[in-house]
């Protein structure tokens, strides 16, 4: 979507046991969707630490 998240994924019968699909494409939406707010999520810490954001004298924000 133009959000920058992940609304579908599909996977080819051919490469999975066609039983297993539904599962492993909910399995794989739900993991690349926790990737995606995570980045964000660090992105925002980044931006929030950065030293121009909050007129620190440091040079770089260590985040963990």
Wanted: aromatic residues 4%; glycine residues 8%; hydrophobic residues 45%.
């Amino acid at each position: 979507t133009g959000d920058g998240s992940v609304v579908a994924i599909k996977i080819d019968p051919k490469v999975i046991d066609p039983a297993d699909k539904e599962l492993l494409e909910d399995m794989v939406l739900a993991a690349v969707d926790g990737a995606i707010k995570k980045g964000r999520e660090m992105a925002a810490l980044r931006l929030f630490l950065h030293p121009r954001s909050r007129g620190n004298d440091r040079r770089y924000a260590a985040v963990t």
